[in-house]
């Protein structure tokens, strides 16, 4: 009969394998976006997109600062059209007249060339999509693409991107590479088939050619809707990147996520991975909601992850037969009372079994240790016991009492 060894005869050192919590970001170049940078040893960055048109000046100035003003610290706006870019500028003087500048993003689709050479003047970066940005008519007889024609085209590219990535270059301004899943160009959909390897070539056909003209302020993306595919195409850039001895940044987003509770799951199974191993600077959550109502998703996967601290930490027991209070009201009240503070960790226990052991790590905790009665913790230090009725009152008394309390 096998046995395991005694833990008394055995040394910690030798039994026990040493786990390394905190995560390890890949080594990523610093690219900067306005006020903002990319990558680096800078936070993950936030960013999301106004769904107003662009050609209205003061709605579209409305939208980017109730986003800005949440914590949205890159803002993309859309330009289909050489009126959309122009608006831009506009768009731009108002927000320094009335708020302040906000880092700028705009998206640039289908044969984008002269869209983007414009808006390039008014913006902080230029996002281009490398499967539209220059058109190949389809050929519906077509059965293959030989060199030649692959090469053919390859060279059009670089003539329609060179004006861009010069103009980029020469104002210090960035550019996002990026791909998607659902629109990849005709001849890497022949060559590589619809899958994450023909993502990464189209990818890194832009980024060489990025390279060759000395322009290396680059972001790069490869969004699918599908959590997989989406997951595959973004590890296999960054082992390719390894490879060529790149270190661009990666934004990161599933497109299409869909809304309400399922839409922000898919992004967090989408992108929490990801972060987990190391990959990506930036992220948006992409929900068919307002906006704003991306903002708190990217920020709370980036808190539960340890990457970013922006609100409290609520620790809380999921309730059983042993809880002392109405756990899940309590937990509303506590959230109520102290989720206009940042950098702290509350634990809401109902009952003494769990309770300073699992939120040994809190700063502060509130747990039911005999009916009618919280026991208030300042870390594993119990503090007071106070009537039920002043838990929360009590607990705001003692975090003010630490000199870590701002009023709402």
């Excluded at 003061?58 to 949205?72: K, M, P, W």
């Excluded at 689709?109 to 190949?136: C, Q, S, T, W």
């Excluded at 009372?337 to 509130?366: F, Q, R, S, W």
């Excluded at 300042?378 to 002043?390: A, F, H, L, M």
Aim: glycine fraction near 8%.
């Amino acid at each position: 009969m096998q046995t395991l060894p005694n833990p008394s005869t055995t040394s910690a050192s030798s039994s026990q394998p040493s786990f390394d919590t905190t995560i390890k970001r890949r080594k990523t170049r610093p690219v900067k976006v306005g006020n903002v940078t990319i990558g680096g040893n800078y936070p993950v960055v936030v960013q999301s997109m106004i769904n107003e048109d662009t050609l209205d000046i003061d709605g579209s100035v409305a939208g980017i600062r109730r986003l800005h003003e949440i914590g949205c610290e890159i803002v993309r706006v859309t330009v289909p059209s050489i009126g959309h870019a122009k608006a831009l500028a506009q768009i731009k003087q108002k927000l320094a007249q009335t708020y302040q500048p906000v880092p700028l993003v705009a998206d640039v689709h289908h044969n984008g060339m002269k869209i983007a050479l414009e808006v390039a003047k008014h913006v902080d970066k230029v996002r281009i999509n490398p499967g539209l940005y220059v058109f190949e008519k389809p050929k519906s007889d077509r059965s293959e693409y030989n060199q030649a024609e692959f090469d053919e085209i390859g060279e059009k590219i670089r003539e329609t991107l060179e004006p861009l990535v010069v103009s980029l270059r020469d104002q210090g301004k960035a550019m996002r590479i990026g791909v998607n899943h659902g629109s990849l160009a005709e001849r890497m959909l022949f060559t590589y088939g619809d899958t994450p390897e023909g993502m990464v070539e189209s990818a890194l056909e832009f980024i060489k050619i990025c390279e060759s003209l000395d322009f290396r302020n680059l972001v790069i993306s490869l969004k699918a809707s599908r959590v997989p595919v989406m997951l595959a195409a973004y590890r296999l850039m960054a082992q390719r990147m390894d490879e060529l001895g790149m270190e661009y940044p990666l934004h990161l987003g599933v497109t299409e996520a869909g809304d309400g509770e399922y839409g922000r799951i898919k992004s967090t199974a989408g992108i929490a991975p990801l972060l987990v191993d190391g990959i990506g600077d930036t992220i948006r959550v992409s929900i068919t909601e307002a906006p704003e109502k991306e903002i708190p998703v990217c920020y709370s996967i980036l808190q539960a992850l340890g990457l970013r601290k922006t609100m409290v930490e609520y620790v809380a027991c999921p309730s059983c037969g042993r809880t002392l209070f109405n756990l899940e009201e309590v937990l509303h009240e506590v959230r109520e009372a102290t989720k206009h503070l940042t950098g702290l960790d509350i634990a809401v226990m109902g009952c003494i079994v769990n309770g300073p052991g699992e939120m040994a790590d809190a700063d502060y905790g509130y747990v039911g240790k005999q009916p009618g009665f919280i026991s208030l913790y300042r870390g594993r230090e119990e503090i007071k016991k106070v009537p039920e009725s002043q838990g929360v009152e009590e607990l705001i008394n003692l975090i003010k009492a630490d000199g870590r309390w701002v009023d709402p």
